[in-house]
């Protein structure tokens, strides 16, 4: 049925075509010309008009396609020169940390000129808000040992406690286990810079041991004494940030708060050697 419908209607189509053919020739023949023209373009118009549209459509559809794809092209090129800006900010940022590293080495050096430092970089820490213990990648192969002096430029961050092939354990001023020989300059006060287990978790240690009548003040700066610990003298320990009375001897006990930041720490010296002011030395 549905052949026999779709012969049906090309034979239809197939007059109708004969037809419009044949009648703008008869016309033409009979001497009217200009009415064959005006039925021939009446007839084609649509199908100009179709054409035309159908062109038009196809011409936007290959403009269309061909700004994607320079948009694509301009997308990828953009990307490329983004990432190579992006490769370039971590290169410059990159240099500045080593510069940075570099102008402290130096600026500790100018300072302290007998001073034989190793470089570590932090590969552990405890945890806490404040690291109390810090993992460094320097060990006996790089001539590193026990109680040696760890710092940056700063001040103290502590000394080594533990110390393997590779590595070594630094234990920080903050720690309970830690004490310093300590002076105040301005009113010339000596006591000892100790961690303290009630203070560890803020940050923050203590100097004991003063005169009672010790005139401190909050905001005096402490530095190290050279004698009675690992330390050479004048290395910044830190401020005054409070003082009190202890309870049982009535002696002046002061909260220091470390010169250093421990809670970001990346790069530290290690003091391989010194010489004391007092002609000795740690290895000298």
């Known amino acids: 049925m549905k052949k026999i419908f779709q012969n049906k209607f090309f034979v239809i189509c197939l007059c109708i075509a004969v037809v419009i053919s044949a009648v703008p020739s008869t016309l033409a023949l009979m001497g009217y010309r200009s009415l064959s023209k005006s ?13 035309t549209v159908v062109g038009n459509a196809f011409e ?30 971590d290169r410059a940022e990159l240099l500045e940390r080593e510069n940075e590293r570099l102008r402290a ?32 990648n320097r060990g006996t ?6 109680n040696m002096p760890v710092i940056v430029r700063e001040g103290i961050v502590g000394y080594v406690t533990d110390v393997g092939l590779n590595w070594c354990m630094v234990s920080t001023l903050i720690e ?38 010790a005139d ?7 530095y190290s004494t050279g004698t009675g610990s690992v330390y050479p003298a004048d290395l910044c320990i830190g401020e005054i940030v409070s003082i009190d009375v202890d309870e049982y001897s009535r002696a002046l006990v002061a909260t220091v708060r470390p ?24 290895a000298s």
């Open 141 to 146: 192969i790089h001539g590193i040992a026990v």
């Open 176 to 213: 309970t286990e830690s004490s310093v020989g300590a002076y105040i300059p301005r009113p010339g006060v000596t006591g000892i810079v100790s961690g303290d287990y009630t203070l560890r978790d803020e940050g923050v240690c203590k100097i004991s041991y003063m005169d009672q009548n």
């Open 216 to 222: 401190i003040a909050v905001g005096d700066k402490v």
């Open 259 to 282: 010169a250093v930041d421990f809670t970001d720490l990346q790069w530290m010296m290690i003091l391989t050697g010194y010489e004391k002011q007092s002609g000795g030395g740690m």
């Open 39 to 51: 039925i021939v373009g009446t007839v084609t118009a649509p199908l100009q008009w179709c054409v």
């Open 60 to 89: 936007g559809f290959g403009r269309y396609f061909s700004s994607v794809d320079l948009l694509i092209e301009k997308n990828e090129a953009l990307e490329e020169e983004n990432q190579e800006l992006r490769e370039q900010i």
């Open 105 to 136: 080495y130096l600026e500790i050096k100018s300072q302290y000129p007998s001073f034989r430092m190793e470089e570590a970089m932090v590969i552990g820490h405890s945890a806490g808000n404040y690291a109390t213990h810090y993992t460094l």
